[in-house]
Structure formats: C-alpha cells, structure tokens
C-alpha cells in the first residue's frame, strides 16, 4: 500500500469494456415496456446519425454512478477527460438533465416546458425538437 498515489488516472480500456457489457445486459433486459412507437409521427430534419443508444446511455451512466464514481472517489482516482466515461463526453448529460420527472406519469421539457406522460415520449421529443442541444 506504501506504493499507492493520490489522483491516479484509469486506464479508460478495462472500464469502458466493462460498462459496455453491463450497459448491453441492462438495456436487453428492459424492453420498450409496452408503449407502441408510430414512427410515422416522428418529424425527422438531417441530422448527423448518433450511434448510440440514449437508452443504453442511461443505463450505462446509472451503473457509472452507482458503482464506478464511489469506488473512483474512495480509491482517489480521477478519469481523463479525453476516457468515453467522462461526464463530459456524455451527448445525452445536457438533455438528460433538462428532463423533470414531475409525477408517475408526468414528464416535463426543462427547455420548452411541454408535458408528456411517459419518458419515452420525452425522449422523442427531444430526438425531434431539442437535436441541436446534444453534445455532439
């Protein structure tokens, strides 16, 4: 233990390896809880593709917070912010944390204030109208 160093950075390989397999186990696990998508109701403008799963991004953000974050706060360890598990490379956080949870079935846009009863619907909303707000 005498050899330990305060603000050790993590090799980003292992974790990232790790998370994507806990995220891909989760996310298979939940399905879309019986809500049926019309994707002729979607209005889609030219976007540059995201090939990432804002479903999977939670999932995989939720294990980082729960497990990964107090074990790096307690081991004295820090992430580079170049590491994919870095909050700031998340393309999600800023419209994740626009998102109230109002009621069990009550969501709210924290930028346009709309209502929506499910977050799925949210979600889409935000695919639809907030685009331009993701960390891309």
């Excluded at 074990?71 to 170049?82: A, H, I, P, V």
Aim: proline share 4%.
């Amino acid at each position: 233990m005498a050899n330990r160093r305060i603000g050790k950075t993590i090799p980003c390989s292992a974790f990232s390896v790790f998370i994507l397999l806990l995220s891909s186990a989760t996310s298979q696990s939940q399905p879309n809880q019986g809500i049926d998508i019309d994707p002729s109701r979607n209005i889609k403008e030219q976007h540059p593709e995201v090939h990432c799963s804002r479903e999977r991004s939670r999932a995989a953000w939720k294990i980082i917070e729960e497990y990964l974050i107090p074990f790096m706060e307690k081991e004295k360890y820090q992430l580079s912010s170049r590491c994919r598990l870095h909050q700031s490379n998340d393309i999600f956080r800023e419209q994740e944390e626009h998102k109230i949870h109002v009621d069990i079935n009550e969501y709210r846009c924290g930028y346009c204030k709309k209502v929506f009863r499910a977050e799925i619907y949210l979600d889409q909303h935000f695919d639809n109208r907030h685009y331009n707000l993701l960390n891309v």
